[in-house]
């Protein structure tokens, strides 16, 4: 069984395209836990209906360290074969991503390395590119810079504004974010020292 944690904060539309597509179909990958910083998250709710273990390390009731403890030692309890960000809107210490080192990925809605850190397709919109789209990338110590695992291109046009952008990025990543793991859960995704990565389909 390849064991997942799903880190999200916020509307968990990326969570449910993993279980749509990865947890709920007979392959050997399943979702261990949900975990979120906010307690509004609708991930939860979404990972209580699938009965999936979820966790809420409440951001605003700890500081940085006690909270980052508490999420290694829910991972930990887990068995956890990867972790991942999925719409998780928290900054990760050096510290944690090197007790789980390669072993974090993140969706993020631009090309990068454009239009890194938050409100992405509003900063794509904003500086009139033609084309944006999704990033599967490894976690490291900086901000949405890690190795890129796969990424998917989507068509700017001049009627788009963020909202509408962000709705076609969107689908796209309920597709890669997937696909991804499922690469990684198969062996197929290899980490170069070069940090380029290699897809053996
Ligand atoms: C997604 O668009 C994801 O790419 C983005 O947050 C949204 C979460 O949606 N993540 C980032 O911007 C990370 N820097 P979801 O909660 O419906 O999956």
Wanted: net charge positive; aromatic share 6%.
């Amino acid at each position: 069984m390849f064991r997942l944690a799903v880190l999200a904060s916020g509307r968990g539309s990326n969570l449910q395209a993993i279980i749509n597509k990865l947890h709920l179909s007979k392959n050997n990958i399943k979702i261990s836990c949900v975990i979120s910083n906010k307690k509004m998250a609708i991930a939860l709710e979404i990972a209580k209906n699938y009965e999936i273990p979820f966790y809420l390390i409440d951001e605003n009731r700890y500081n940085n360290d006690e909270y980052e403890e508490m999420l290694i030692k829910t991972i930990n309890s887990h068995d956890i074969d990867l972790i991942v960000l999925a719409g998780y809107l928290k900054i990760l210490s050096a510290k944690f991503v090197n007790t789980f080192k390669d072993s974090i990925i993140n969706i993020h809605p631009s090309l990068l390395p454009a239009f890194p850190g938050l409100d992405a397709q509003k900063q794509a919109i904003n500086y009139g590119v033609k084309i944006s789209g999704c990033t599967v990338h490894y976690v490291n110590k900086k901000v949405d810079t890690g190795p890129i695992i796969k990424q998917k291109a989507v068509k700017v046009e001049d009627k788009d504004d963020e909202a509408s952008l962000s709705k076609k990025i969107l689908k796209y990543e309920h597709q890669l974010l997937p696909e991804a793991i499922e690469l990684i859960a198969q062996g197929k995704i290899k980490l170069n020292k070069d940090r380029t990565v290699t897809i053996k389909e």
